[in-house]
């Protein structure tokens, strides 16, 4: 039975690899880290009052990815579905009421007939 011997080089290669990068990763986070608070803070203002302001130019450009005609021929398209629907709802409405007044009616009928 024979053992190879190349697998604890190559362990021991790789471990030394992360731990080189760990340490550098931790130097270049420490002087990162060490940079940004020791910022200098520098403010220089200075007030200027003018009598008279000009001002720039103004260019209105429409980003808006939707054409206004298509919005207008949806709205319209909307309107006349809602319409047509209505007019459907109107009509069953109508054949209710109809029903109902035939069914008066013939109540009516049957209580005057029986009475008289």
Request: net charge positive; aromatic share 12%; glycine share 2%.
């Given at each position: 039975m024979q053992r190879c011997h190349t697998g604890g080089f190559k362990k021991i290669f790789w471990v030394v690899v992360m731990l080189g990068m760990a340490a550098a990763l931790m130097y270049n986070i420490?002087?990162?880290?060490?940079?940004?608070?020791d910022y200098p803070i520098s403010v220089t203002?200075?007030?200027d009052h003018q009598q008279q302001l000009t001002f720039p130019s103004v260019t209105v450009c429409?980003?808006?990815?939707v054409k206004r005609s298509a919005?207008?021929?949806?709205?319209?398209?909307?309107?006349?579905h809602r319409r047509k629907r209505a007019a459907g709802s109107l009509r069953?409405?109508?054949n209710f009421l109809?029903?109902?007044?035939?069914?008066?009616?013939?109540?009516?009928?049957?209580?005057?007939?029986?009475?008289?």
């Open positions: 420490l002087q990162l880290t060490r940079k940004y608070f203002l200075d007030v429409n980003m808006n990815p919005w207008l021929a949806a709205q319209n398209a909307a309107v006349k069953v409405f109508n109809q029903i109902m007044r035939n069914f008066v009616a013939a109540c009516m009928y049957l209580i005057l007939s029986a009475l008289g």
